[in-house]
């Protein structure tokens, strides 16, 4: 009798200390607030595998949650977990967030357009970066609909807005599809021309939390646009094949990132634009991520003609779909240009998987 009630005792020890790591939910009422007279929320999707919240301010992902090979849980998006620390926010500005209207940067905050030039807000070594003072990012999003696995919002960017000509009227989807995606569409128009080049700023950490240089990283592109030491596109291209900065076949993040590379200022941070190689406006693959002890994957999918590509937190990694940076300025990129009686278009898949480990 004793030794069944030791066994027992063992079983139950046994499990309490193998217990599943499960979905945390953040507090609604964190990011119940108002800013400039709107009202901001957390809204929670679900497709019973990915659980994801978002608020309405900035349109952000503050959470997304998914299982390892054993069944545990892990938020592997960095975020905050209370409204006051995104809109106070004195670090990473874009953690979570969507970009633009003009996502990456313009070189000396100018443009010309029909023969008219634009100053923008400047807000980067004398550039512009991601729209902005404001952009799309420290704005409250309408929230047009929400279901179990999908929310609508809608933005409108009035003329003159950081600088930018013509009203913009953008809707953006978040959906977590049965295929276990993140989606996100956007779909833009304007009563006047102006340029357009929307994109997603998670910050991804298929572990949950740690390094991620040894995060396995492969690129389906070969060249990426050359940059000044501002980070800057100089209009020519190099091929990244046989160099640090090659990932075209998977390898650890970590592994090149302090090698030489004459567009590498030893910083130990990746943050370039990779020409994805594929058919501009199709859909293909632009990266699949691995994290080698969880078995956690993530491929991105994408319709647009690059990748940025940003590691300079350490903890995660931004993989960003995009138009080419200053192709405002680049006659030689595709156009960035809208028009009205045009729709801008781009689509982002996260597609997440879960294999066997690769390390323990």
């Not at 139950?12 to 007279?37: H, Q």
């Not at 807000?123 to 970066?129: D, V, Y």
Request: charged share 20%; glycine share 8%; aromatic share 10%.
């Amino acid at each position: 009798m004793r030794k069944v009630l030791i066994l027992a005792l063992c079983a139950m020890v046994l499990i309490g200390c193998t217990k599943k790591r499960e979905v945390n939910l953040m507090n609604v009422n964190d990011f119940n607030t108002e800013v400039n007279g709107k009202k901001v929320s957390l809204y929670t999707l679900k497709n019973g595998y990915l659980t994801m919240q978002v608020t309405n301010y900035g349109g952000r992902v503050v959470s997304l949650w998914m299982p390892d090979f054993k069944g545990n849980f892990d938020d592997i998006v960095v975020g905050y977990d209370n409204i006051d620390s995104y809109i106070n926010n004195k670090g990473e500005r874009y953690l979570g967030a969507p970009v633009g209207r003009y996502a990456n940067r313009i070189a000396k905050g100018e443009f010309t357009l029909d023969g008219k030039k634009y100053e923008l807000y400047k807000n980067n070594n004398g550039n512009t970066l991601h729209g902005g003072e404001f952009g799309i990012d420290r704005i409250v999003w309408d929230v047009k609909s929400v279901t179990e696995d999908a929310i609508v919002l809608h933005a409108f960017l009035p003329d003159g807005m950081d600088g930018f000509p013509g009203n913009l009227d953008i809707t953006m989807t978040y959906t977590l599809t049965p295929d276990n995606e993140f989606r996100v569409d956007y779909k833009a128009t304007t009563d006047a021309p102006t340029v357009c080049n929307l994109s997603h700023h998670s910050f991804f950490n298929l572990k949950g939390e740690g390094s991620i240089f040894d995060h396995d990283l492969m690129i389906n592109g070969k060249l990426i646009t050359v940059v000044d030491d501002k980070l800057i596109p100089t209009g020519n291209f190099i091929s990244v094949v046989g160099t640090p900065m090659d990932f075209t076949k998977m390898k650890p993040i970590g592994r090149d990132v302090k090698a030489y590379h004459p567009q590498m200022d030893n910083s130990g941070c990746y943050d370039f634009n990779w020409v994805l190689n594929k058919p501009i406006g199709q859909m293909g693959l632009a990266a699949v991520v691995s994290e080698p002890t969880t078995g956690r994957v993530m491929e991105v999918m994408t319709d647009q003609p690059g990748l940025q590509f940003y590691s300079g937190m350490n903890t995660a990694i931004a993989l960003e779909t995009q138009q080419f940076p200053d192709s405002p300025n680049q006659p030689n990129f595709p156009s960035t240009v809208l028009r009205p009686g045009e729709e801008y278009h781009h689509t982002c898949i996260y597609r997440f998987d879960v294999k066997k480990p690769t390390k323990k």
